[in-house]
């Protein structure tokens, strides 16, 4: 079955303990990007990746970093997460640069305290 | 101004109304045009592309108004399953896959 997959699902952890949302997606997709859903502001960019080794900043990157060493998996990391950072996560791709339909992933709320 | 503005809602209506939402975009360089559905703390999934001359697919009417610079989606017949949150999705141009969302417009369907 064609998806993409976030790991963990939902995840409580406090101020300034690293963490690392896994994402992976079986489509054999070039683009994958992260996004953070906030009430009131909707899904906003935080990264994205037009292929391996290839990342640029989105629109909300601070606080955040991402890695694309194989073309299935782009991990979320925050650092030193911040109660601010608490949010909901997806993960996205899409075959191609372009107008292509993105994928979601099923998502990931992060609580920071 | 934001980028993408969509009327939060939530719109409620009964079973078999037909309800239409628009979403308005800034830059009127956007090129790629997309209604996703979310239902309630999921992922966004798309339910269809804008294109310029419209399109439809069943119960479901997406329009584009490049003038006025506005996407419409149209739904008829309204059914239960279709309460969701409705985001609109704007692609600026053809050199980016960045897609700018409209914080959504609530659907209720009440029997």
């Known amino acids: 079955e064609a998806q993409v997959t976030q790991n963990p699902r939902y995840l409580i952890t406090v101020t300034g303990k690293k963490l690392t949302v896994t994402c992976s997606q079986n489509?054999?997709?070039?683009?994958m990007s992260w996004y953070r859903q906030d009430p009131g502001l909707g899904l906003r960019q935080i990264y994205y990746?037009?292929?391996?080794?290839?990342?640029d900043k989105g629109d909300v990157p601070e606080g955040y970093k991402v890695s694309r060493k194989e073309k299935r998996n782009f991990p979320l990391i925050l650092e030193s997460p911040s109660p601010n950072q608490t949010s909901l996560y997806f993960c996205?791709?899409?075959?191609?640069?372009?107008?292509?339909?993105?994928?979601f992933g099923p998502g990931t709320r992060l609580t920071v305290t | 101004r934001k980028e993408v503005e969509q009327d939060p809602g939530p719109f409620n209506v009964p079973e078999g109304a037909t309800v239409a939402f628009n979403c308005t975009y800034s830059?009127?360089?956007?090129?790629?045009f997309f209604w996703y559905r979310q239902d309630c703390r999921k992922e966004p999934k798309l339910l269809m592309s804008?294109?310029?001359s419209g399109n439809e697919d069943g119960r479901f009417t997406a329009q584009l108004n490049r003038a006025s610079q506005y996407i419409s989606l149209l739904i008829r017949d309204s059914k239960l399953s279709d309460s969701a949150t409705y985001l609109c999705?704007?692609?600026?141009?053809?050199?980016?896959?960045?897609?700018?969302f409209g914080t959504g417009t609530r659907l209720q369907v009440f029997p």
């Open positions: 804008v294109y310029s």
């Open positions: 990746s037009m292929n391996v080794e290839v990342t």
């Open positions: 830059n009127s360089a956007s090129q790629s």
């Open positions: 489509m054999n997709h070039e683009y």
């Open positions: 999705a704007v692609r600026a141009s053809y050199n980016t896959d960045k897609l700018i």
């Open positions: 996205a791709s899409s075959l191609e640069f372009g107008p292509s339909e993105q994928y």
